[in-house]
């Protein structure tokens, strides 16, 4: 959204908002993707398809003959017959320091992988998977108390307003082909990861519950069953949770739920 808005507030042409279709959310109930809010917001015009890869939406993008496409966060891959169309090609939003972490989780990642550092980066899309040649990079520190939620939110404003600052030049810009051999990868993110045990040590406990807000969320087993911890903090060698929520309970703080009071 950060990135829409700005392109927006910079005064540029928007043709055409391209986002996922509307899908089940909370209760249930069919939600619209947050970029659909706020393209609506600025009286955009919205695409919802399945997949961008179907002719029918490859067409719908080809009647439109864009100068450029704009990418952040899509969740697909985009094949030549879309890549192709924009006469200046397609740029992409990515929120770490490429090529560290490409894939579909790179803030988690990078918190989870301990990286004091991380950053987004502006770059041309080619077929592969964040792959292709960069056009900017700007880098900001990791809190130490700072969570995915958080940081979410600084790297997407920094996107936005890096993107905006790369279109000022862009016909003229030098990009630069990536370091390939040092490419790590950065994939979804599993239930699985968030299921913790105390003997994983406090270092390992704190980045895994910072990481994976807010899904798939990180638990802990306590005297009365696992729950999910919110928050928390290291004291010396120990990680000492500081909200946790049992299943079907609204949060609470910790000595509550693990019957220290």
């Known amino acids: 959204m950060p990135s829409l808005r700005a392109l927006h507030a910079a005064g540029h042409e928007i043709a055409l908002v391209v986002t996922q279709p509307d899908r089940p959310g909370h209760r249930m109930k069919v939600t619209p993707p947050p970029v659909k809010v706020a393209a609506e917001e600025h009286s955009l015009p919205v695409y919802q398809p399945a997949r961008i890869r179907d002719p029918e939406a490859v067409e719908r993008l080809r009647a439109i003959a864009p100068d450029l496409m ?19 090609g397609a740029v992409n939003v990515h929120a770490s320091l490429l090529p560290r972490h490409r894939g579909a989780a790179p803030i988690a990642r990078a918190i989870l992988a301990g990286d004091d550092k991380t950053g987004v980066t502006i770059m041309k899309m080619d077929e592969q998977m964040d792959h292709g040649p960069v056009l900017a990079m700007r880098a900001t520190s990791i809190g130490d108390h700072e969570d995915a939620v958080q940081l979410t ?12 600052e790369t279109l000022e030049s862009l016909e003229q810009a030098r990009s630069v082909e990536q370091e ?7 994939p979804k993110l599993a239930k699985e990861e968030g299921e913790l045990e105390w003997s994983l040590g406090a ?8 990481a994976l807000q807010p899904w798939p969320g990180a638990t802990l087993p306590t005297p009365r069953g696992r729950a999910k911890v919110l928050a928390g903090h290291i004291e010396g060698d120990r990680y000492v949770p500081e909200v946790m929520q049992l299943p079907g309970k609204r949060p609470a703080a910790a000595k509550q739920v693990l019957g220290d009071a």
């Open 70 to 88: 704009v990418v952040v966060a899509y969740g697909q891959i985009l094949p030549r017959s879309v890549l192709s169309i924009p006469r200046l």
């Open 153 to 164: 939110e600084r790297l997407a404003e920094m996107g936005g307003e890096l993107l905006v």
């Open 180 to 186: 390939h051999t040092q490419a790590t990868l950065a």
């Open 203 to 210: 270092k390992e406990i704190d980045r895994r519950v910072r």
